[in-house]
């Protein structure tokens, strides 16, 4: 198998006429944190979204090239695109928990459709251990049947990422999670992504260096849609090769 | 917010270069002090130190601060820990000032062995090089600290060449010895600084390229 999760090779993505990913070449390894950094609008979420082939329910969106995960090529004509998402889980900037089922069914729903827990049982400690994982279990474990409205925004994104684990994936992939979460709530969220990588490889977008900095052990920097630089965090942090990351981390390009 | 960075790290720069200049004033008026046998102006130098460890301070505490504040990475991050060792360099070099003010003062009411050229001479290529290497750090450019291995080189040289001159008088003369003793000492001193000057520009290379180098 391959030393790394997720391979991109010439990948190029376009909407309609845009070109918003060009000829990107990227290697995730696994069981770390990779971090996707780069000003708004660069193409950071495009690439996330190319790495389980979320891109396919956009109409306009066209992906050319490569992408490989764990050695395996996601954009061939037989792969399930369900398959794929199964191994890698996705969690949003906005908290998304299924308003309408409660904490406990906003993680048994996915583990139900996909049958992959054979009771009752089963279930109790597969939703257990997810919530544990995610660091949720001790503040709601005595209201599992209560709906996630009544959580904190930092909770709710817990929530979502627990629903995420409980589909054992390989790969998580987080498009700015604390974006729209208070100081306690990220920290929490960021301390959880320490935790994960050691069972998981997680892919972080983010527009916040010092969230990059603080929790990634790789760094892709990502500008107008080209991949400028990419290694160790804290090489790339404190002495970056290019010019425009050098000014990206310096707060001088816009 | 970039504009209020930018001012600060002025003023820390600033701060690191009015540091400088009190560290070669210290320098070359000790060995001025030395040379002319000025316990008064030796004097003057020794009472410098407070406003030198008042400096360090201040210029610590203000990087700190800026680090807390602005997180800053890259450059950014290289020119405040530049400027972090760098002022213990300056420090050092400070107090070897006093120290051979100190010397001076230890000579009081003798006469020198000999005319007194190589010390004053090598202090002024030390004082060169503090001032190159601070130069390098204001303009951030590091074509100037190029031959600063060759620099540090003669300096050594010109140790040795004190260290042999005070043995022939220290054979010639038993009585001699305790200020030739004196003299190998501010030899020593103003290599080390030399030696610390090159560490600055090792830092300032680093800060500037993102690169390392050794200058020994």
């Known amino acids: 198998m391959s030393e790394f999760a997720i391979e991109t090779e010439d990948l190029n993505v376009y909407y309609g006429k845009n070109h918003v990913i060009k000829n990107m070449n990227l290697k995730i390894p696994k069981n770390t944190v990779f971090a996707i950094m780069g000003p708004s609008g660069c193409g950071k979420s495009t690439l996330l979204r190319s790495f389980n082939r979320l891109l396919d329910l956009n109409k306009i969106a066209r992906v050319q090239g490569s992408v490989k995960l764990f050695g395996e090529e996601i954009y061939s004509n037989n792969t399930d695109s369900i398959v794929i998402r199964k191994d890698v889980g996705m969690v949003f900037q906005y908290p998304n928990p299924f308003p309408h089922l409660t904490i406990y069914d906003n993680i048994a729903i996915g583990l139900k459709m996909n049958k992959l827990v054979k009771d009752k049982n089963e279930m109790d400690s597969r939703i257990e251990w997810s919530l544990k994982k995610a660091g949720l279990w001790d503040e709601v474990k005595d209201r599992l049947e209560d709906y996630p409205s009544n959580l904190s925004g930092g909770q709710k994104q ?43 490889t997680v892919v972080l977008v983010t527009h916040t260096p010092a969230q990059a900095a603080r929790v990634s052990d790789y760094v892709a920097f990502i500008y107008m849609g080209e991949l400028v630089e990419t290694g160790k965090t804290g090489i790339i942090f404190t002495s970056p090769k290019s010019k425009t990351t050098e000014k990206y981390l310096m707060g001088e390009l816009v | 917010m970039r504009e209020k960075f930018e001012m600060d790290m002025e003023n820390l720069k600033r701060n690191v270069e009015k540091m ?43 990087a700190l601060r800026m680090v807390a504040l602005y997180q800053p990475m890259a450059k950014d991050l290289r020119t405040i820990a530049a400027v972090l060792k760098m002022i213990t360099y300056l420090y050092r070099i400070g107090r070897y000032g006093k120290d051979i003010a100190g010397i001076t003062k230890a000579l009081e009411g003798k006469q020198h062995i000999a005319k007194l050229v190589e010390i004053p001479y090598m202090a ?27 620099r540090d ?12 001159e005070c043995l022939t ?6 009585r001699n010895i305790t200020q030739c003793s004196h003299y190998i000492m501010v030899a020593k001193y103003l290599e080390r600084c030399g030696d610390h000057a090159c560490k600055i520009a ?6 500037v390229t993102g690169k390392r180098i050794e200058i020994k």
């Open chain 2, 153 to 164: 080189d003669e300096l050594d040289s010109l140790r040795y060449s004190i260290f042999r």
């Open chain 1, 158 to 200: 817990r929530l979502v990422i627990a629903r995420a684990i409980a589909m054992k994936p390989k790969v998580i992939l987080m498009d700015e999670p604390t974006a729209n979460i208070d100081p306690v709530g990220s920290k929490k969220i960021e301390d959880l992504i320490f935790e994960l990588k050691k069972d998981y």
């Open chain 2, 169 to 174: 008088y220290m054979m010639e003369d038993p």
């Open chain 2, 124 to 150: 002024n290529k030390v004082g060169e090089m503090i001032r190159d290497v601070i130069n390098a750090f204001i303009i951030e450019d590091i074509s100037q600290l190029n031959d600063f291995r060759e």
């Open chain 2, 202 to 207: 090792e830092k300032i290379y680093y800060m």
């Open chain 2, 20 to 62: 400088a200049n009190l560290v070669l004033s210290m320098l070359d008026d000790s060995v001025k002090s030395l040379k002319n046998l000025d316990t008064k102006l030796a004097d003057e130098v020794i009472s410098r130190k407070g406003k030198l460890a008042e400096m360090d301070e201040s210029i610590e505490e203000n």
